[in-house]
T-cell receptor, first 110, second 112 residues
Framework: QQPVQSPQAVILREGEDAVINCSSS?????VHWYRQKHGEAPVFLMI?????EQKGHEKISASFNEKKQQSSLYLTASQLSYSGTYFC???????????FGTGTRLQVTL | DTAVSQTPKYLVTQMGNDKSIKCEQN?????MYWYKQDSKKFLKIMFS???????INETVPNRFSPKSPDKAHLNLHINSLELGDSAVYFC???????????FGDGTRLSIL
């Protein structure tokens, strides 16, 4: 079953913060985050392994709560270049397939 | 030098035809994938190969047949195309399933 992301869409002004959530009905081994700009391929952002770690990539960071089977992506001081659709991808084991979430469309405006 | 390249970028064809999409990666990865992204933007895995061996075969019609001649190439052949096959098909590769995936630019398939 596909992980559910919330919100489905969000519009921000440049400089504002956003949180995107990813929730799974299955126990997770790891969570991946990708960003896809309109008309382009998805691009890898980061991987979080079970253990509740938090990772950062410039002003984009993420956390993984394996007990709650959830991950959150934090975008701080958003820039126009952050616009796109964000997907989480979940793995239930080391050899399982990556199942992508429902996606969150983020638009950053001036 | 493109890491994962797919051809063609656009494919417009009629219902009932047979078509192929080619994918090549020069990253030295062991695992390659085919994904389908529909009009609602859902990304769904279709197939995965590891060192030329099929390891994931999702519930996909038999009309779709992947072929991996070597670990750097993964092609997708589609027989008897139907209207519902219209989508963007992405090829991707990674070292292992729990490693970052690198995507090709996608093939936009439109069935008339």
């Amino acid at each position: 079953q596909q992980p559910v992301q919330s919100p489905q869409a969000v519009i921000l002004r440049e400089g504002e913060d956003a949180v995107i959530n990813c929730s799974s009905s299955k126990a997770l081994y790891s969570v991946h985050w990708y960003r896809q700009k309109h008309g382009e391929a998805p691009v890898f952002l980061m991987i979080l392994l079970k253990g509740g770690e938090q990772k950062g990539h410039e002003k984009i960071s993420a956390s993984f709560n394996e007990k709650k089977q959830q991950s959150s992506l934090y975008l701080t001081a958003s820039q126009l270049s952050y616009s796109g659709t964000y997907f989480c991808g979940t793995l239930t084991g080391t050899a399982s397939k990556l199942t992508f979430g429902t996606g969150t469309r983020l638009q950053v405006t001036l | 030098d493109t890491a994962v390249s797919q051809t063609p970028k656009y494919l417009v064809t009629q219902m009932g035809n047979d078509k192929s999409i080619k994918c090549e990666q020069n990253l030295g990865h062991d695992t390659m994938y085919w994904y389908k992204q529909d009009s609602k933007k859902f990304l769904k895995i279709m197939f995965s190969y590891n060192n030329k061996e099929l390891i994931i075969n999702e519930t996909v019609p038999n009309r779709f047949s992947p072929k991996s001649p070597d670990k750097a190439h993964l092609n997708l052949h589609i027989n008897s195309l139907e209207l519902g096959d219209s989508a963007v098909y992405f090829c991707a590769s990674s070292h292992r399933s729990n490693q970052p995936q690198h995507f090709g630019d996608g093939t936009r398939l439109s069935i008339l």
